[in-house]
């Protein structure tokens, strides 16, 4: 049963991490098993005119669809690019609140961010022998071997959902992150 949960664990570190299905393959290519071909088409019993390649889609980075969407609903981009110098600490802060719970709530929205451990921080708990070191960052005195116990001093964010707006645009304008706006009189 073990066996079933590890080739769970494969198949999905493989299908998100282009790392790791390199190592796979090369594994597998070392243990000398073929690699996967693709299945032969079965004959039609009637032939019919092939469909038009479909044109491909503009290709935009998923970091540039994330900031534009914080800038179309929190409007970061104009926060951080705009010189405060002329503000007083009051304005900036009234603005900062804006931005902060405008940008929580698109993360919130986009990836259902959660606790990576319910619980609280400051309470006693233990890391356990062989854990992962994206999942747990050890500080202070970090001697001996796992189990490890410790307070805890951040519970760390995991990302339950990725749900980033698909881009529809333009090849030219995949990198925008925000356009420009004219006002007509």
């Known amino acids: ?27 597998l290519k070392k243990r000398g098993l073929p690699a996967p071909t693709a ?12 469909k038009p390649a479909a044109a491909k889609a503009a290709v935009r980075s998923e970091a540039v669809t994330l900031l534009a969407t914080l800038q179309r609903e929190a409007r970061l981009v104009d926060f951080v690019k705009e010189s405060l110098a002329g503000y007083s600490d009051a304005q900036i802060g009234a603005v900062a609140r804006d931005v902060h719970r405008d940008c929580g709530a698109v993360l919130q929205r986009l990836f259902d961010l959660r606790p990576v451990v319910e619980e609280v921080e400051g309470a006693e708990i233990e890391v356990p022998s062989g854990f992962d070191a994206a999942r747990f960052h050890l500080t202070g005195n970090v001697v001996g ?17 990725c749900n980033l707006p698909a881009w529809t645009g333009s090849k030219e304008s995949a990198t925008i992150i925000a356009p420009v706006e004219v006002e007509l009189p």
């Open 1 to 27: 049963m073990r066996r079933v949960f590890i080739a769970i664990r494969v198949f999905f570190a493989v299908l998100f991490h282009g790392r790791i299905a390199a190592q796979v393959d090369e594994i």
């Open 39 to 50: 299945a032969a088409e079965l004959p039609r019993a009637e032939t019919r005119p092939a």
């Open 145 to 161: 071997e796992s189990p490890f116990h410790g307070r805890l001093a951040h519970h760390g964010w995991i990302a339950a959902a």
